[in-house]
């Protein structure tokens, strides 16, 4: 490989020849070069690793997105938001019984939605209103009654199907002040709008499903929740909700405030947060979600920000992520603080107040394909790896290993690897069976490694990363 930054000794018109020389061996390399290649041609002045060739194997093709643009309804996602702010408020706190007022007003909207989609599915699709109670300091530190609405698409895998997939929006709403029902509170975009992605991403994979475009392994969960304004109880209670029924998550996708996008240019690309983890403080089952999402969705859709949330805000991902459960939030590109939270006035010419008028229906529309396209190809793929184990420090070769129950679905597994300062995985190989693989020639020290499960129809469960083999010290024993 020609050296290129090191090599400019002349001046002038040579250097501008040799530039353009590097910079198209460069491009060339990348053009041609596998993953791993490419992480070399990065590091010219670091010794290649592997030291050896390696196998170069690869595993089936990535699925195809079939999730079109154009099948978003986005007129009905904002019909929907429509009826919920028509509701007046749907503060956690307010009547659950009148149908005209309060949170059982957007219950009802939202449950007469699932069930219209459940009719066309042929019965597939199973609506559930979850009823519970919870205190907490906003809601007076006394128990108050809550409901969510949840629409089941039962996986067909008979393992698989104790593995949910879920996309969740919340359906409360609230003023400047959290505890007072008699202020309206339309919440258009927080979170009507997380609400209408999640009932439109229902009605796009049952309709995929009953038309046998697609079938899904897993099962997929549509939540619709409350009490997020009064400290994330609805959320809290699904997680517990899940554990009892017996399911395993495989991810969640939070959506919250993503219907507007008021900066010239738009639509623009969605935030997708995702929180830490604990190992180097970088990866969690929550950070392969938001790398899964991304590669599905595409880097001209989505912006991963490597942060739980935004700044010292919260949201329902966030008890499925302490909880060590893979979990993202997708939230629109810039916010406009007049438009959340805020009690409908005019102060010194400013409107203030969260309105359906404000939301950007073509950024709204693309939400849903994002979140629909993911969960498909999520719930299509065979199990994530378990028990990812990386040995091998002091020695010339990285030997990983990891476990994964018998699939006749499954193609294999590839192992992954990236430069600790990188952001993104890169296949490094391709293997059939689970146990250990030994990747010779290839250090411990100087990068992550993950694996993942690639099914015969070519859909990637999200990645585990390695953990490292505990070694006790010299002399100590077990
Ligand atoms: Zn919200």
Known sequence: MLECAGSLTGGGIRQMKLMRICFVATLAGI???????????????????????????????????????????????????????????????????????????????IKARFDKIAEASG????????????????????????????????????????TVFLVSGHFDSRASDT??????????????????????????????????????????????????????????????????????????????????DPAPGAPHRVRLFSGNGEIEDCDSPSRELARAIEEIDGRDAIRMVFRVDRYGRGGDHYPFYKAGLPAVRFTEPLEDYNHQHQTPRTENGVEYGDFAKYLNAAFLGNVARDNAEALRQLAMAPAAPAEVRLKGAVTPDAKLSWKAEEDSERA??????????????????????????????????????????????????????????VRLAPGTKK
Not at 79 to 101: F, M, Q, Y
Not at 125 to 151: C, H, I, M, S, W
Request: proline share 3%; glycine share 10%.
């Open 179 to 260: 505890m007072d029902v008699n202020l309206d509170a339309p919440g258009a975009d927080d979170d009507a709008s997380g609400v209408s992605v999640s009932v439109e991403s229902a009605r796009l994979l049952s309709k995929l499903s009953a038309n046998r475009k697609s079938g899904y392994r897993a099962t997929i969960l549509f939540a619709a929740v409350s009490g997020e304004e009064q400290g994330l109880l609805g959320a809290a209670h699904l997680v517990e909700w899940l554990k009892e029924k017996g399911y395993t998550v495989g991810g969640m996708l939070d959506d919250d405030i993503v219907g507007d």
């Open 412 to 469: 294999g597994f590839e192992i992954l690897w990236r430069e600790t300062t990188e952001t993104r995985w890169q296949v490094f190989d391709f293997v059939t069976g689970a146990g250990e693989t030994v990747l010779k020639g290839v250090s411990t020290d100087n990068h992550f490694f993950a694996v993942r499960a690639v099914g015969k129809n070519g859909a990637r469960s999200i990645a585990t990363a390695s953990q490292p083999e």
């Open 31 to 109: 053009l041609l070069g596998s993953g791993a290649a490419q992480a070399q041609q990065k590091v010219l002045r670091d010794p290649a690793e592997p030291t050896q060739a390696k196998t170069g194997a690869k595993g089936p093709a990535r699925v195809a997105k079939v999730v079109a643009r154009q099948s978003v309804d986005t007129k009905s996602m904002l019909t929907l938001i429509d009826e919920l702010v028509a509701c007046g408020t749907r503060l956690t706190l307010s009547s659950w019984t009148d149908p005209k007022r309060g949170a059982g007003c957007g219950r009802d909207k």
């Open 123 to 162: 019965g597939k699709l199973q609506v559930v209103v979850d009823k519970f109670e919870a205190t907490a300091e906003r809601t007076g530190g006394k128990p108050v009654p809550l409901e969510n609405v949840y629409a089941i698409l039962p996986g067909t895998d008979e393992k698989l199907k104790n």
